[in-house]
């Protein structure tokens, strides 16, 4: 059993808790290469250390478990592939909703509210055109959120 390692030390490598990767077991991810008949101790060989990184980069981008199950059955599969590509168009989408959110706050910060526009979502249903359309405010909206949060150049 030299060239096993145990759960403890392999989910240490592996950035994951031993509940975390005793989970992935029962999802069928993950597997132990080794159970221990008496004990129920599990041991994992380094080969799989590849496959536990790459779950653990899916899961730190918030790739839904039974997707990860999916894409791990065959991780370089064509259909695999595409659900990452996916899966990254998403991300990196909500990256991009998140900057321009951002944005709107440093203009906070800086005393000068830009106009008003609706957050968005890559996850929204709303064809594109409608998602970039600039949001028409109401002039007393925006006076009272002027006054809540406008400039602070007043003392």
């Keep these: 059993m030299s060239s096993l390692i145990p759960i403890g030390r392999f989910a240490q490598l592996a950035g994951f808790t ?5 989970h ?4 069928g991810l993950l ?10 101790y599990r041991y994992y060989r380094a080969e799989q250390l590849p496959d536990a ?3 653990r980069l899916l899961r730190a981008l918030e790739m839904p478990l ?3 199950v999916e894409v791990m059955r065959a991780p370089d599969s064509a259909a695999s592939l595409e659900k990452v590509r996916a899966h ?14 951002l944005e709107r706050l440093d203009e906070w910060l800086d005393g000068a509210p830009q106009e008003l526009e609706p957050p968005t979502s890559a996850f929204d249903d709303a064809p594109a055109s409608t998602a970039r359309e600039p949001h028409r405010v ?3 909206v925006a006076r009272a959120f002027l006054g809540l949060f406008g400039p602070a150049d007043e003392p």
């Design 88 to 101: 990254r168009a998403r991300v990196a989408a909500r990256v991009a909703d998140v900057e321009k959110l």
């Design 138 to 140: 109401n002039e007393s």
């Design 31 to 40: 597997l132990p290469a080794s159970v221990d008949r008496e004990s129920g």
């Design 66 to 68: 039974p997707e990860v």
């Design 24 to 27: 992935y077991e029962s999802q």
């Design 18 to 22: 031993v509940r975390a990767l005793r």
């Design 53 to 55: 990184l790459r779950v």
